[in-house]
T-cell receptor, first 113, second 113 residues
Framework: GENVEQHPSTLSVQEGDSAVIKCTYS??????FPWYKQELGKRPQLIID?????GEKKDQRIAVTLNKTAKHFSLHITETQPEDSAVYFC????????????FGKGTLLTVNP | KAGVTQTPRYLIKTRGQQVTLSCSPI?????VSWYQQTPGQGLQFLFE???????NKGNFPGRFSGRQFSNSRSEMNVSTLELGDSALYLC????????????FGPGTRLTVT
């Protein structure tokens, strides 16, 4: 089955700096890679996703890149703000009728004012 | 539209008992997935239901089961509870029809004593 590894497990940055979280996956058949943000005591919320036929996707301060050959994908947050502090999860797997996602263990991002 | 709802939000059970958790998806969403979230293992996929059929299953013992009703509401059952079953159980719904974005409910916090 799919195995998703996420690094780092914790990340501390100064407000305004960029943050990068990296994930690798094992199943070459995986075609859907979402990222979720989970604030303390809250539900995970989808912040951005990418499919295997796309190399990069951007939404304001958030971007995700995917390298299918190397089987890794990354989340980039620019101009970080204190409200970006949360646990971020990557996931990889198959979309559509064979839907199954494997999640990374999460990255605790702390943005210091 | 109302979001995904889960009941109950908190539950305390003793070892050996069984428990049933409920999930109501967003109106119009036909797919419901269940996840177990623990500090050590992160988010782990339990199973996915679509049109009252289980389409995919994670690596959990047979004590974990589920079902989906014709109105897309889903229930998850855990029999013969063990201390290690203490976790946050999250369900997520998605509309299908080629759409892979899923939306999580607030979760049910299960404590087994």
């Amino acid at each position: 089955g799919e195995n998703v590894e996420q690094h780092p497990s914790t990340l501390s940055v100064q407000e305004g700096d960029s943050a990068v979280i990296k994930c690798t996956y094992s199943d070459s058949a995986s075609n859907y890679f979402p990222w979720y943000k989970q604030e303390l005591g809250k539900r995970p919320q989808l912040i951005i996703d990418i499919r295997s036929n796309v190399g990069e996707k951007k939404d304001q301060r958030i971007a995700v890149t995917l390298n299918k050959t190397a089987k890794h994908f990354s989340l980039h947050i620019t101009e970080t703000q204190p409200e970006d502090s949360a646990v971020y999860f990557c996931a990889g797997g198959r979309g559509g009728s064979n839907y199954k996602l494997t999640f990374g263990k999460g990255t605790l991002l702390t943005v210091n004012p | 539209k109302a979001g995904v709802t889960q009941t109950p939000r908190y539950l305390i059970k003793t070892r050996g008992q069984q428990v049933t958790l409920s999930c109501s998806p967003i109106s119009g969403h036909r797919s419901v997935s269940w996840y177990q979230q623990t500090p050590g293992q992160g988010l782990q996929f339990l199973f996915e239901y679509f049109s009252e059929t289980q389409r995919n299953k994670g690596n959990f013992p047979g004590r974990f089961s589920g079902r989906q009703f014709s109105n897309s509401r889903s229930e998850m059952n855990v029999s013969t509870l063990e201390l290690g079953d203490s976790a946050l159980y999250l369900c997520a719904s998605r509309p299908t029809g080629g759409i892979d974005e899923q939306y999580f409910g607030p979760g049910t916090r299960l404590t087994v004593t």
